[in-house]
């Protein structure tokens, strides 16, 4: 499917950093050819439309951003260059590999109507990093920030781990 596009990598990067202000997007120029200009992962990238071909877009640097295959599957696909771009922006993070855990961290409100970080509070006072390892099997950090960063990891997995491991955090210390 993409073999039939003439547009390379580097022209559409050259294009875009060339015009664009990079601090309202979760990629920097200098590695824009490596990691996704939504999510910011490093990935290999594919060229996707702006203007979708079905609806006239045209094999130009103009008319592609660079994504990984997740994202890919989840941009707008409209007549309206902008779309792309409000899409990209609002999805912008300071950091990179927290896209996803951010992610989860969305789905988990969505699903259990509280905020992971507040589950988690309540047991602050009683867990030690220590004991937290006990329970996950692994230190809580590099399994968020490595883990789900780096897997494939779709975000109702990565809010269902979080749930266990607040699941398994009551059964220990909750007596009610
Ligand atoms: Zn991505």
Known sequence: MT??????KEEICDYWFSRIDESN???DASEALERCWRCGSKRRLERCHIIPRSLGGEDIPSNYVLLCKRCHLENPN???PEIMWDW????????????WINRGLEEYERIYKS???DDIAIFNEFITEKE??????EDIGSYATHHFGQAYL?????AG???????KLRTKYETD
């Open 154 to 158: 779709n975000s109702s997995t990565i």
């Open 115 to 117: 905020k992971f970080k």
């Open 88 to 99: 990209l922006k609002a999805y912008k993070e300071p950091y990179y590999d927290t896209f």
């Open 78 to 80: 409209v007549n309206d």
């Open 161 to 167: 781990l979080m749930r266990i491991l607040i699941k």
């Open 3 to 8: 073999k039939e596009i003439k547009t390379t």
């Open 25 to 27: 997007l979760s990629v």
């Open 132 to 137: 937290a390892k006990e329970i996950l099997g």
